[in-house]
């Protein structure tokens, strides 16, 4: 077996102090699909950006068939055949497939782009693989898979024979996840190298040949697949035995605390974004809500927080019709908010950990003595957030971008729950971190739940949907395509028809989930 | 670990931003030294008007502190427009205007001594908070950029004072534009004898702490600032933006006016201004070099005057003109605005940190 690519004792400081990657060794051999395997913050991503050039390493060296390399831009890693996927797709969404395909490589002829030639080789090289496109569809119009699909295709067709595949299954249905391991199966068997990031473990073994495991910055080690069982990776990945069971008790749903009744949301150009949608969230139980990305569980978070504003229907929250009222307003009632998007939403980076607390009480009555702030009740206060959160920070005047992923989600979450929360909307609450913080945020919600809370979950993560929630309702095409009453008892598998809108109940079964 | 390692950061951080700043005004300096020895028949001679010349006499020691007075309150007026992310560049209109307001009331308001001024400064105050408030209300109305409209409302400031003093004010003995007298009433005496340091001075470090007190101490300051770092995370909050927009240019633009009027009510015994104050980018560089910071405005504020009495020094005794100190202040500026600058230092001092734990 010949060895492709080869990484030496990579080094990676980010500027915020970071040790990303530390003596990192890794090696790649032609022809096969290899796992990047680790928790979140373990340094894979950077690992691989520094291999595709995005990032340059502290010290260390690469080589590429035994040659050294330095690459200083993607261009100059793309040239060498090297091509990535990303997690967030790097599509224009305006422009046609065809067109994504060829950008920064377009045929011309004379000074202007030969579209036609860029449709009949956009053709060609989907035909080659075997995958099911069509070149002039606009990408703004393509679903997820497809989307993922022209990314692939684009580094394939910039000669990538080395393809990094950065938690490419994250976004997908288990239909797509299935759909894309066969297109990678047939990339290997044309010669392709595959490098496939991911914390999953069943797809890992699964799909690769081989695993290196990563953790906290450094690798523990490269593997054959078959002789590594998934305990074996789990541990490697986590140091320790990892406790899967969140010890959560029944449910005992009470009385309805947020009724939604016909809801609907059009934007601009016309579209329904979310139709005639009805249902509600009883106090002290975790509704879960699943759909693929896109189906309107954005736009329920959004008019439920105030951060939007419904075209019909009514929203009640506490029997208080919510119609015209401003943030402010909603969150007085008794709602919290953890948003998708902790960094554009949930903090303000440069500001210190304790004024990232401080956002939502401070102008409550027990941190103010006339329109002046207590500042020390207020450090007293949030010294014990701190603590009671486990945000691991030297002190609470440490700007929050000092802190990793989860230790922001902690400050976010200790903020949005130190209120006795009525409501919580938690918008994929765990998203992009370690293990450890999600246990701990799981744990937090459950707690609040069994105090008397209503909880709204949207999340992308199947498992932490289904671990969660005592119902769950399917998001597709802006509408609620199903409810189950108890969400212990689904499988994944299931769910994934209801998401991708090949199966959905009837109006009465999804009537149900208004409960009155 | 990675407590300690976060920990580390930090201080690395705050040693880096102190390095940074002595290195920008040594690179800084040290340009000012080659140019004036490529321009000066007797560049020692020059250097030393440069830098010792401010502080050889007690008459010049009053000068920086004459000259830093306008400068602070417009670092003031520019650091908390700033620090909530308005861009707002109308300060030295709001000067322009809040000097007009003030000489006006010297003209036509018999006042008792010593409520006379305050009214003045006050009224300043307000005319001066009114107008950056302009391009605020557009902003929040129409969506116009605040940098743009501010920047075209100093011509109209400008313009519509000297109209008004012009048409209903102008003493048509005096020589060139000028108003008539004010009424005695109205002038801030003198505070140090041999300098022109007026009581306008103790007014100035009341509004100092005032804005500190407000920006880091108060409700208002603390929406201000998160706004400024992030205004989606405020409105996330339910902080209202608006208000913060609103309030923040209101008040820079009041500072700006009261500093029009302490100059005014110090300087003059009658309203003389002819041009545009050259101020336009003063409170922007105060306020850079201050860090946004009402407590640091005033040493920024110093500094650039130290640099300017020395410059004026120069030009008056020496062969090296008044300009060159542009030449100086655009490379402080520069140095210190780029984020870049030195950025691989601090990657070494960030790398030794982190790898001394291993």
């Excluded at chain 1, 496939?196 to 495991?213: D, G, P, Q, Y």
């Excluded at chain 1, 006795?420 to 919600?445: E, Y």
């Excluded at chain 1, 009465?508 to 009155?516: I, L, Q, S």
């Excluded at chain 2, 302490?262 to 300087?267: D, F, H, K, R, T």
């Amino acid at each position: 077996m010949e060895e492709i690519i080869r990484m030496e004792n990579i080094l990676k400081v980010y500027p915020n102090g970071i040790v990303a990657n530390r003596n990192v060794n890794f090696s790649i051999v032609k022809g096969e699909i290899h796992a990047l395997v680790g928790e979140n913050g373990a340094g894979k991503s950077t690992l691989m950006k520094i291999l595709f050039g995005i990032e340059q390493v502290t010290e260390g060296k690469i080589f590429l068939n035994n040659q050294e390399v330095v690459f200083n831009n993607p261009q100059e890693a793309i040239k060498h055949g090297i091509g990535m996927v990303h997690q967030h797709f790097m599509l224009v969404p305006s422009l046609t497939i065809a067109e994504n395909i060829v950008l920064g490589d377009e045929p011309k002829s004379g000074i202007m782009m030969d579209i036609n030639k860029a449709i009949k080789d956009t053709k060609e090289i989907a035909e080659r693989y075997h995958f099911d496109i069509d070149p002039k569809m606009k990408v703004e119009d393509c679903s997820v898979g497809t989307k993922q699909k022209i990314e692939i295709l684009k580094a394939l067709f910039h000669g990538a024979q080395v393809l990094i595949l950065d938690e490419p299954t994250a976004v997908l249905t288990p239909q797509e996840t299935e759909e894309l391991f066969k297109e990678l199966q047939l990339l290997k068997e044309k010669g392709h190298t595959i490098v496939f990031i991911s914390h999953k473990l069943n797809e890992v073994k699964e799909i690769s040949n081989r695993i290196t495991i990563m953790r906290a910055a450094k690798d523990v080690g490269t593997y054959q697949t078959e002789k590594v069982s998934k305990e074996d990776i789990s541990n490697l990945m986590v140091g320790k035995e990892v406790l899967w069971d969140l010890n959560k008790s029944k449910a005992q749903p009470k009385e309805t605390t947020v009724k939604v009744r016909n809801i609907s949301l059009i934007n601009e150009h016309q579209r329904e974004l979310l139709s005639d949608v009805s249902f509600s969230i009883r106090k002290g139980e975790i509704l879960g809500v699943v759909g693929v990305e896109g189906n309107g569980q954005r736009e329920l978070v959004d008019v439920l927080t105030g951060l939007n504003e419904i075209s019909l229907g009514k929203i009640e929250i506490e029997n208080v019709d919510i119609k015209g009222f401003s943030i402010r307003k909603i969150r007085d009632l008794g709602l919290s908010h953890i948003p998708e998007d902790r960094m554009k939403l949930g903090i303000a980076e440069r500001a210190s950990i304790e004024d990232n607390l401080l956002s939502i009480y401070y102008d409550k009555k027990d941190f103010l003595k006339g329109p002046f702030l207590k500042a020390k009740q207020i450090n007293e206060w949030s010294k014990a957030k701190v603590k009671e959160y486990l945000v691991k920070t030297g002190s609470e005047k440490t700007p929050v971008k000092m802190l990793s992923g989860g230790n922001i989600q902690k400050v976010v979450v200790a903020r949005e729950f130190s209120n006795s929360p009525k409501v919580i909307i938690a918008d994929q609450p765990t998203r992009g971190i370690d293990v450890g913080a999600a246990q701990f945020i799981h744990k937090k919600l459950i707690q609040l739940r069994d105090e008397g809370a209503a909880v709204l979950l949207v999340s992308a993560d199947l498992t932490e949907v289904m671990d969660l929630s005592d119902s769950l309702i399917v998001f597709y095409n802006g509408k609620i395509t199903a409810y189950f009453e108890d969400a212990s008892k689904l499988n994944e598998h299931e769910l994934g028809l209801y998401m991708l809108g090949i199966k959905h109940q009837s109006d009465e079964e999804v009537r149900r989930c208004m409960y009155d | 670990m990675t407590k300690l390692l976060k920990m580390k950061t930090n201080s690395v951080d705050s040693r880096f931003e102190a390095i940074r700043f002595i290195v920008a005004i040594g690179v800084a300096l040290l340009v000012a030294l080659i140019l004036i020895f490529m321009v000066s028949k007797e560049p020692f001679q020059a250097l030393q008007y440069l830098f010792l010349g401010p502080i050889s006499k007690f008459r010049k020691i009053g000068n920086i502190i004459e000259t830093a007075i306008p400068l602070t309150y417009l670092g003031l007026s520019v650091s908390i427009m700033f620090a909530a992310n308005q861009f707002n560049m109308g300060s030295s209109g709001a000067l322009f205007l809040g000097g007009t307001t003030a000489a006006i009331i010297g003209l036509v308001l018999p006042l008792p001594f010593g409520i006379h001024p305050l009214v003045a400064i006050l009224a300043a105050g307000v005319m001066g908070g009114l107008w950056t408030s302009i391009p605020a209300f557009l902003k929040l109305k129409f969506g116009a950029s605040e940098l743009v409209s501010s920047l075209m409302l100093n011509f109209v400031a400008f313009n519509i004072c000297i109209f008004i003093i012009m048409n209903y004010f102008r003493d048509l003995n005096a020589g060139t534009l000028a108003s008539t007298k004010f009424f005695e009433t109205v002038l801030l005496s003198n505070l140090v004898p041999g300098t022109r340091i007026s009581y306008g001075l103790i007014i100035l470090v009341i509004m100092v702490i005032l804005s500190w007190l407000f920006m880091s101490k108060t409700k208002w300051g603390y929406a201000l600032r998160m706004t400024g770092l992030n205004v989606n995370f405020a409105k996330f909050s339910g902080i209202s933006t608006a208000a913060v927009i609103l309030y923040s240019q209101f008040l820079g633009g009041f500072l700006a006016g009261m500093g029009g009027a302490s100059e005014m009510l110090s300087l003059y015994d009658r309203f003389k201004w002819q041009m545009m104050p050259s101020y336009a980018f003063d409170g922007v560089i105060v306020s850079v070099l201050g860090k946004q910071k009402p407590q640091y405005v005033p040493i920024a504020a110093l500094l650039l005057a130290y640099i300017r009495v020395g410059a004026d020094t120069m030009s008056i005794n020496g062969d090296v003109s008044f300009e060159m100190i542009s030449i100086i202040q655009g490379f402080i500026i520069i140095l210190i605005a780029a984020n870049a600058f030195l950025k691989k230092y601090r990657q070494k001092m960030v790398v030794k940190e982190a790898t001394e734990n291993d």
